[in-house]
């Protein structure tokens, strides 16, 4: 089992940066892949990166990819969000998640836990 809190969140203008953290709690977090979502209002939850156990492979959706960098540290059982370059449209709800699998597909369905979320919001 795994409970995971999100922190960080906030306002920031346009091409500022953000870090979210994400505090988990349990033994058996080095077992977890890692991943962060975010959902807008009216909109589905959609993927934003992934890491893996061991913090040596990440995956980017496509709208972040070179403006988040997504990291863990095992010893701590957190897991971050870099944001930078950040844009209007990345205001959401963004959720850190963790999947019992090695690889999960890049889809809600994939992950087991979630944190209950914190707010972005970048204004123009």
């Known amino acids: 089992q795994v409970q995971l809190v999100e922190s960080g969140g906030g306002l920031v203008q346009a091409g500022g940066s953000l870090r979210l953290s994400c505090a988990a709690s349990g033994r058996t977090f080095s077992r977890y892949a890692m991943g962060w979502f975010r959902q807008a209002p009216g909109k589905e939850r959609e993927f934003v990166a992934r890491i893996i156990w061991s913090g040596g492979s990440t995956y980017y959706a496509d709208s972040v990819k070179g403006r988040f960098t997504i990291s863990r540290d095992n010893a701590k059982n957190t897991v971050s969000l870099q944001m930078n370059r950040l844009k209007p449209e990345d205001t959401a709800v963004y959720y850190c998640?963790?999947?019992?699998?090695?690889?999960?597909?890049?889809?809600?369905?994939?992950?087991?836990?979630w944190g209950q979320g914190t707010q972005v919001t970048v204004s123009s």
């Open positions: 998640a963790a999947a019992k699998g090695l690889l999960p597909p890049h889809s809600p369905g994939g992950y087991d836990y």
